[in-house]
């Protein structure tokens, strides 16, 4: 062992018992198969959407997931929540195998895993009144036995997230964006869960209601101890809302580290050129600046090394060739880069 | 900065629905000056595409309505031009970016082709010209090997890349006043900071005029010098960025402002506002801003506040101000 993963292993604590969720080189790829010519040559085209991440939560944090479109974000969502089974792998939760569990098991696992997605128009039933939405996963998961039971608890969970009672027996398609948005995290958080996975839940918000929603999230986790993954692609956001950021770029974790030296002592190239972009809303800051050349690179059979060596300004030979490895530095800061 | 290029003047359009009137742009005025960039932003629905689409009077009507005010290009009422002049505002002198690329680029026919059509209709090009100033354009915008992706379809492109093919579109006929509507909203930073990069250096270069609608903050205080701040098809503030951002004088944007979370530090929680914006089909009597505004008074429930000067070249339409 290097002395920068003993000093790692020493202070980060990521024996299992005090972490939430233990991710272990993680990866999914999908088979592209190509158009019919590649196929009768035998060529198989691979998309690396999650390409051999590892990562903790701790209980009751929040992990902000951040990285540009594409980069593997929902994907690995999915992935813990185990709608999508990965291509090999480890995801523990509170320290068991949660890719060895039994469907049945599984079942019941799924209510402490629940998902709140970017399109508050799409994840919910047009056709089903709220009352009905938001108790259908507490029949899925025998939480409730009579209908004045469920009543009561429909009307808990609508003033937990700050919606009347008066809602209860409206549609989705009565409500704005935000109260659509208020009503998935409702449904989310009906069957009490431990972790819960974000993604990109306040993207399609207009600023001002995303400060509430983002606020919502806050206060909930206070009020339950609840653990969030929480995906987006605004670092603004992302730093509001996390305890620690892990950066994404085409299916691999670049950095990792608490929220604050992630955004005052960033050090991979590509965490810099995101942090460089970001336009703030203060004419008086300074102007947004591209670090980076070209386009991002594909995920669809990537070339070896480092998948930023082609747009790196920090690039060296050794970069083309060799994957860097996610390594310590001091504390939780990890980072894969071959020259910081 | 010179004499207005655009002056849209006490503008009011609606939408007779099925379902009942919608007005989505309500007594608004504004003028851009020949090379300034005007940052117009306000919540979702509050009116900043109508705004921008009547201008190249790409207001559908019916169901579309033009219920009072004058859009002047140079001087010019557009809604008095005849279709020949129309033409040549649209071909020659004014050009738009929308905020879908793939609605306004033909999804059946290659980008060479597309470009090139516009180029020999408005620019009078033969194929060979037409064809040359294509490759030129999409270099233009930072399209890497552009002989290569004249044959190439929309489809084929990324985002970022679509986004910069509308450009090169939109610049194809050496626009003097350019309308961008939302042009980075749906992009990752970095390819953001790359467009803004190439707007403002087609800008210097061509001294063009910008109309810039998003609605993210931090495009404008880098990227405009006046902005709007539209609420419910109402214009409520209008200023210079600097102004605006340093001394906002309507609620809507101070609270648009405090909304925003900072890069610089972290706040426990936010400073929302609080509330929805309002049904547009059926919106509150008076401000429309007032029941979701702290400061709102009994005047603000019936009547709708008038436009006052609170700094030279600084307006707001809010009762605050008439109070004084
Ligand atoms: N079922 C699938 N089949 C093939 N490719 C897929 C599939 N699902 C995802 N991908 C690909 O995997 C990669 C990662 O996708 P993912 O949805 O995780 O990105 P993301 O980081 O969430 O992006 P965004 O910010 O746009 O939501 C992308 O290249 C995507 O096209
Ligand atoms: N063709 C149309 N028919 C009916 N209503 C429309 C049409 N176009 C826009 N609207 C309505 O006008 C209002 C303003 O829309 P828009 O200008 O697109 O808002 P934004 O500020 O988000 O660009 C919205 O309520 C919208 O639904
Ligand atoms: S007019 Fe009244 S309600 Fe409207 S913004 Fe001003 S104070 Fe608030
Ligand atoms: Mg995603
Ligand atoms: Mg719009």
Redesign the pocket.
């Known amino acids: 062992m290097s002395d920068a993963a003993m000093s790692q292993a020493e202070t980060a604590p990521t024996a299992a018992e005090e972490n939430l969720l233990d991710v272990r080189n993680l990866t999914k790829y999908f088979d592209l198969h190509g158009d019919l010519v590649s196929r009768l040559a035998g060529k198989h085209q691979l998309l690396k959407a999650v390409d051999d991440i590892s990562f903790y939560i701790r209980k009751g944090e929040t992990l902000g997931l951040v990285g540009e479109s594409g980069c593997g974000k929902s994907t690995t969502g999915r992935l813990i929540t185990r709608l999508i089974e990965p291509t090999s792998g480890e995801i523990d939760l509170h320290g068991e195998d949660l890719l060895s569990f039994s469907a049945q098991r599984m079942r019941e696992t799924r209510k402490d895993i629940q998902l709140v997605f970017q399109d508050p128009y799409a994840s919910l039933n047009p056709r089903k009144t709220i009352m009905h939405i938001l108790s259908r996963p507490l029949d899925v998961h025998g939480l409730a036995t009579n209908w004045h039971d469920k009543r009561e608890r429909v009307l808990e969970l609508l003033n937990l997230v700050g919606m009347g009672s008066e809602h209860i027996d409206r549609y989705p398609h009565e409500f704005s964006g935000g109260q659509r948005q208020r009503l998935a995290i409702a449904r989310a958080l009906s069957v009490n869960p431990e972790l819960v996975i974000g993604d990109e839940p306040v993207s399609a918000l207009d600023v001002s209601i995303q400060a509430q929603i983002l606020n919502l999230f806050r206060e909930l986790q206070e009020k339950f101890g609840l653990t969030y993954l929480f995906i987006a692609h605004d670092l603004s956001v992302i730093r509001h809302i996390s305890d620690r950021v892990a950066v994404m770029y085409v299916g691999k974790i670049v950095e990792e580290g608490p929220v604050d030296v992630i955004f005052s002592e960033p050090l991979h190239p590509y965490t810099n050129a995101l942090l460089a972009a970001v336009p703030e809303a203060d004419p008086k800051k300074p102007p947004p600046r591209l670090t980076l050349s070209g386009e991002v690179a594909t995920p669809i059979d990537p070339p070896p090394g480092c998948r930023l060596a082609g747009r790196c300004p920090l690039a060296k030979p050794v970069c083309a060739e060799v994957d860097p490895d996610l390594r310590g530095i001091d504390g939780d800061h990890r980072v894969a880069c071959h020259v910081v | 900065m010179s004499e207005p290029v655009l002056e849209i003047d006490d503008l009011t ?1 609606r ?1 007779n ?1 099925k379902r009942g009137t ?1 007005t ?2 309500d007594g608004v005025s504004l003028s851009i000056s020949k090379g300034e960039t005007f940052g117009l932003v ?12 009547s201008v190249m009077r790409l ?2 009507t019916p ?2 309505e033009i219920a009072s005010g004058e859009v002047r290009f140079e001087g010019k009422d557009i809604y008095q031009m005849s279709d020949r002049e129309m033409r040549e505002l649209r071909g020659q002198h004014v050009a738009m970016v929308f ?1 879908e690329p793939m609605s306004a680029l033909n999804p059946v026919f290659t980008v060479g082709a597309q470009i090139g059509d516009a180029l020999r209709t408005n620019m009078g090009m033969n194929k060979a010209e037409a064809q040359e100033r294509t490759v030129e354009l999409l270099q233009l915008v930072g399209i890497p090997s552009p002989g290569s992706r004249l044959n190439s379809y929309v489809h084929e492109f990324s985002g970022g890349m679509r986004q910069r093919v509308m450009l090169a579109m939109a610049l194809s006929c050496d626009p003097t006043f350019l309308i961008a ?2 042009p980075t909203t749906a992009l990752d930073v970095t390819i953001q900071a790359t467009i803004l990069e190439l707007i403002s250096s087609m800008i210097e270069r061509f001294h063009m005029s910008l109309l810039f ?1 998003t ?1 993210n903050l931090g495009v404008v205080a880098h990227a405009c010098d006046s902005i709007g701040v ?1 609420y419910a ?1 109402h214009l409520v503030e209008l200023g210079t960025k600097d102004e605006v951002f340093a001394n906002p004088q309507h609620p809507y944007t101070v609270g648009l402002l405090n909304s925003i979370p900072r890069l610089d530090v972290q706040e426990k929680y936010l400073t929302p506002i609080d509330g929805y914006v309002c049904n ?2 059926d919106p509150p009597p008076g401000c429309k801003f007032n029941p979701r505004c702290k400061q709102a008074m009994e005047i603000c429930q019936r009547e709708i506040p008038d436009w006052k000067e609170v700094a030279p070249g600084h307006f707001a339409a809010c009762h605050l101000h008439s109070q004084q």
């Open positions: 359009i939408f629905l919608l989505a742009v306000g919540e979702s629905g509050s009116g900043k595409t109508v705004t921008a689409r207001i559908p169901p579309g905020q509507d939302e609608i609605h539209m098809s547009m089909m």
